[in-house]
C-alpha cells in the first residue's frame, strides 16, 4: 500500500525555538496533504489541509502564523511550529490523499513533539 | 457541523469472541467512511474504506458495514487476537465542500489472552 513517511519521528526543544516536521508520499502523488494534532487519550484533530502549490487552510481555532505549513511539491509538505511553547507538545501526524477517485487517504506515522 | 461518535470507548474481550465496534455519525452527507487502527505512540493504519455508495468491505477478520441513511457503521472483528489489542477510530470524509476526514472519539479495545 501506498506509504507516508515523517522526519523527525520524535523531538524535544527548547521553548521559543521553531521545529520543522517534514512529511513525504513515497510512492503516489498527493495534491491535498493534511496535518492533524493529537493529544493524549484523544482524538485526531485537523490543523490544515494544504494543496500543492497554494496556501494551506487553516481550521478554526489554529494559528497560521505559528504553525507554518507548504506544500512546495506533490510529494513534500512541511509544518513548521514557530516559537514552540510547552502547550505546543503533542503528536503531529500527516497525511496524504492519493489523486484517485477513491481519495484513500494514508497516514504517517507521527512526530512527537516535546517543548521544554 | 458533522460530529463522529464511538461507543463503547473502551472493550475488553477475551481471546477468541467476536466483536462489534460501532461508530455514528450526525450528517449522513458522506462521501465514504475509513476504519482505522492505531498502536500505542503510533500512526494510523487504514483497515477498510467503504464508499457512500457501498454498503460493506470485508479484509480477512474484518468486516466493516455502512448504513448511510441511519449514520451508521459497525466494524465486525471475528475470532479476536491479542494482537488486535488497539484504539480504532473510525472518520468520515464530509460529502460538502470542504471533503475533509473527521474523526470519531475512538473505541480502546483490549484483547485478553
Known amino acids: 500500500g501506498a506509504v507516508v513517511s515523517q522526519h523527525p519521528s520524535w523531538v524535544i526543544c527548547k521553548s521559543g525555538t521553531s521545529v520543522k516536521i517534514e512529511c513525504r508520499s513515497l510512492d503516489f502523488q498527493a495534491t491535498t496533504m493534511f496535518w492533524y494534532r493529537q493529544f493524549p487519550k484523544q482524538s485526531l484533530m485537523l490543523m490544515a489541509t494544504?494543496?500543492?502549490?497554494?496556501?494551506?487552510?487553516?481550521e478554526q481555532g489554529v494559528e497560521k502564523d505559528k504553525f507554518l505549513i507548504n506544500h512546495a511539491s506533490l510529494t513534500l509538505s512541511t509544518l513548521t511550529v514557530t516559537s514552540a511553547h510547552p502547550e505546543d507538545s503533542s503528536f503531529y501526524i500527516c497525511?496524504?490523499?492519493?489523486?484517485?477517485?477513491?481519495?484513500?487517504?494514508?497516514f504517517g506515522p507521527g512526530t512527537r513533539l516535546l517543548v521544554l | 457541523k458533522q460530529e463522529v461518535t464511538q461507543i463503547p470507548a473502551a472493550l475488553s474481550v477475551p481471546e477468541g469472541e467476536n466483536l462489534v465496534l460501532n461508530c455514528s455519525f450526525t450528517d449522513s452527507a458522506i462521501y465514504n467512511l475509513q476504519w482505522f487502527r492505531q498502536d500505542p505512540g503510533k500512526g494510523l493504519t487504514s483497515l477498510l474504506l467503504?464508499?457512500?455508495?457501498?454498503r460493506e468491505q470485508t479484509s480477512g477478520r474484518l468486516n466493516a458495514s455502512l448504513d448511510k441513511s441511519s449514520g451508521r457503521s459497525t466494524l465486525y472483528i471475528a475470532a479476536s487476537q491479542p494482537g488486535d489489542s488497539a484504539t480504532y477510530l473510525c472518520a468520515v470524509r464530509d460529502g460538502g465542500a470542504t471533503n475533509k476526514l473527521i474523526f470519531g472519539t475512538g473505541t480502546l479495545l483490549a484483547v485478553q489472552p
Open positions: 497525511s496524504a490523499r492519493d489523486g484517485t477517485g477513491l481519495g484513500t487517504q494514508y
Open positions: 494544504s494543496n500543492e502549490g497554494s496556501k494551506a487552510t487553516y
Open positions: 467503504i464508499q457512500s455508495s457501498q
